[in-house]
């Protein structure tokens, strides 16, 4: 069946570091990706996005990369602090309008 | 710019009971969304509406239905009501698909 999923379920970091989530999908038809940050108690909140012409993409300490040949999505975040704390979910497009397919997650755990 | 809001934020029904959530995306966005999030299941896509047609349906049962209004503000109804349908139901709206989707802070729907 349809499936965006997620290497590791979990992840702790020491405040500063640097975070890597992995996202692996399964449909090589996709072709829009997003990745959310979503906070205990709050709806998703939109990080950054790519599109299967590009392989990278970066924003405000954040880097999404793409690599297309094995169908594989990680976001990248620098100096991670306390506030980054949360569950990150990538989603998936494929030429379904706006239905996204969501993996299941990975809670980060920033240590101070 | 004010974000996507989603109304209630919670709410109680006994099962067998029908409910209706509401959703007003951001102003000029046009597709709006809806997901179940569970701990069990995960981010799950229930249907999307663009220009009050229905575009996209995922899989759920026929209980479950949605309509929205020629200012894009959408609702989405649950009849019948079962124990299992107790989730964040969230919100999310864009101004095309296949653009950035942000989410509501969700309606927490509990039945009993």
């Known amino acids: 069946g349809e499936s965006v999923g997620l290497h590791l379920p979990t992840l702790s970091v020491q405040e500063g570091d640097n975070s890597i989530i992995n996202c692996a999908y399964s449909?090589?038809?996709?072709?829009?990706f997003i990745w959310y940050k979503q906070e205990s108690g709050k709806g998703p909140q939109f990080i950054i996005d790519?599109?299967?012409?590009?392989d990278k993409r970066q924003g405000q300490r954040v880097t999404v990369l793409l690599n297309k040949t094995v169908k594989h999505l990680s976001l990248q975040i620098a100096a991670t602090q306390p506030g980054d704390s949360a569950v990150y979910f990538c989603?998936?497009?494929?030429?379904?309008?706006?239905?996204?397919?969501f993996g299941q997650g990975t809670e980060l755990s920033v240590k101070p | 710019k004010a974000g996507v809001t989603q109304t209630p934020r919670y709410l109680i029904k006994t099962r067998g009971q029908q409910v209706t959530l509401s959703c007003s995306p951001i102003?000029?966005?046009?597709?709006v969304s809806w997901y179940q999030q569970t701990p069990g299941q995960g981010l799950q896509f229930l249907f999307e509406?663009?220009?009050?047609?229905?575009?996209n349906k995922g899989n759920f049962p026929g209980r479950f239905s949605g309509r929205q209004f020629s200012n894009s503000r959408s609702e989405m109804n649950v009849s019948t009501l079962e124990l299992g349908d107790s989730a964040l139901y969230l919100c999310?709206?864009?101004?095309?698909?296949?653009?950035?989707?942000?989410f509501g802070q969700g309606t927490r729907l509990t039945v009993v």
């Open positions: 999310a709206s864009s101004l095309w698909s296949y653009t950035e989707a942000f």
């Open positions: 449909n090589s038809a996709s072709d829009y």
């Open positions: 790519i599109r299967s012409n590009m």
């Open positions: 989603a998936e497009n494929y030429n379904q309008g706006g239905k996204l397919i």
């Open positions: 102003s000029g966005h046009r597709s």
């Open positions: 509406y663009f220009s009050e047609t229905q575009r």
